[in-house]
């Protein structure tokens, strides 16, 4: 399996905007705090997060290919779970459905820190203080981050986990990677 530092080598790095990349960052952070939770390998799971769109700058036109090419490019660089999940997050546009806990982590995880980074920015102290109850609210407010899926995050439920525990992992790992502190 790739070490994060050969993964941060890629050269499809190289073609990330600053948004995307920390997208990815924010991701692996979700995704190794959810790891910890349900004990399992936090470094495939943060690898995932980290590379999930790893492909987006190269199929942001041809969304159906969006996850696919990806893991196709990561074939043998990381384990066959860590593939099928990077497939499935993007399963309403290529069709491959999401099956596993890591799957639905991929999907729910990579999805809330859209909206979590979008309420931070319209708060004074950004992540520092955020509370569940803020973002419960801001998901209510279809206008707020209108292309986060709700529907996506909601699916924290597959994966054994209420959407309050969720939301409280999600904040905590994304103030913790903001920080420079291990999530």
Known sequence: MIERESALALPAWRD???SLTQHALASE????????????????????GLL?????????QTPERHGLEAANALAGLLPEEAL???????????????????????????????LIAAAALMRPTGL??????????KMKDKAFAASVSREN????????????EFLAIAIEAMRNNAS???S
């Open 153 to 164: 995050i909601r699916q924290c439920a597959e994966i054994g986990l209420e959407l309050d």
């Open 84 to 114: 099928n999940a990077i497939r499935a997050h993007n399963s309403e546009m290529n069709g491959f459905t999401p099956s596993t806990r890591l799957d639905f982590a991929l999907r729910c995880g990579e999805t809330v820190t859209g």
């Open 52 to 60: 999930h769109d790893l492909d987006y700058p190269s199929t942001s």
């Open 180 to 182: 420079g502190q291990n």
């Open 128 to 137: 520092e203080g955020m509370i569940t109850k803020s973002i419960k609210k």
């Open 16 to 18: 990330m905007p600053p």
């Open 29 to 48: 952070a979700v995704l190794r705090a959810l790891a910890r939770r349900f004990d399992e390998d936090e470094d495939v799971w943060g690898l995932t």
